[in-house]
């Protein structure tokens, strides 16, 4: 069994894909041609974004709507720390910093009642995460920043596709930035990304950034990057999309197969999703203690696992000197517990069933290891395992 099966998702769209690589093989279009726009088009159409500028990857996409936004040296960007590190690598390298503010314990994401305690006058942006496939509050994230001032830059790279409220992530706010990784909800293969805005002024900026400043040929208006989707990539992603309204629905039905199946399981817990929006389960994650021993059993039973993320970036090396006054004590304690399972359109039934079976013995034989419940009572609380 795979973590991610792309093989599978390969093998269906063979002929659309291979069809559309030898198009870009047959014009030579190589940088920017006509698979680009083709692709930005159904993109902005499928979000009902105004605007789609696609980009080299998801970490450039936050990376130019930084630069889109003109951050200052010392402008402060408020974020998560339970997130992949481009979050923050790219605010520090846009000339930021960071400011922490913690999550929610049940969903993983931002918690949007502790980001206003963390504007400053040095404030000028929110970056929440749609983490694992569910966007964020981000009405409420919205509401700050009308009242500040402030951008806000959706990184939507685990949520492509996915819905909150009606609407599309990527168009929910100033700038949705994606990424089509390949394991991501949608990915081609190789690095891509896309960002999204309604700004006319702010997608045009995105689009100079991408292309080394240029507003014309050798007329450089601005500071930018080399920050282009490749043709081939943009090819890939056409053919992929004619098959990923399929996809999304199988998410939506694999993810709630096993909230179904795993419901019941003491010892696992599961990441909630509000009634408001779906996820499109990036990750399938749940939340179990001893989370070594779980992992371990799990792939002796030949089921793989990852953790998304083992640790916040407020305890990582690069941004420890980013903390501030939000302490992230739930971010540290969800850290310790995340574990993600096997998750894409194409995961079997039986595989599932699998994972599921597996799990549970895992479980049970972590639990009846662990001292029992009256030793835990008369232990100091920190030293409760609960
Ligand atoms: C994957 C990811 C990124 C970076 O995307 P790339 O395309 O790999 O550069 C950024 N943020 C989050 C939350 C991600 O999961």
Redesign the pocket.
Known sequence: MQFIDLKAQYAALKPRIDARIQQVLDHGQYILGPEVKELEQSLAKFTSSRHCITVA???EA?LIALMALDLKAGDEVITTPF??A??AEMIVLAGGRPVFADIEADTCNIDAARIEAQVTSRTRAIMP?SLYGQVPDMDEINAVAARHGLAVIE?A??SFGALYKGRRSCALSTFGAT???PS?PLGCYG?G?ALFTDDDGLAQAAREIRVHGQSGRYVHTRLGVGGRLDTLQAAILLAKLERFEWELERRAAIGERYERLLAGLAGVQRVAVRGDRNSVYAQYTVKVEDRAAVQTALQAAGVPTAVHYPKPLHRQPAYEQYRGSDPCAVSDREAARVMSLPMSADLSEADQDRVVQALTVAVNLSASSRPDAATQRSLPRAARVD
């Open positions: 990857s998801g970490t936050l997130t992949f481009a979050t995460v990184d790279a685990q990424s089509f990784f991501k690095d990304g």
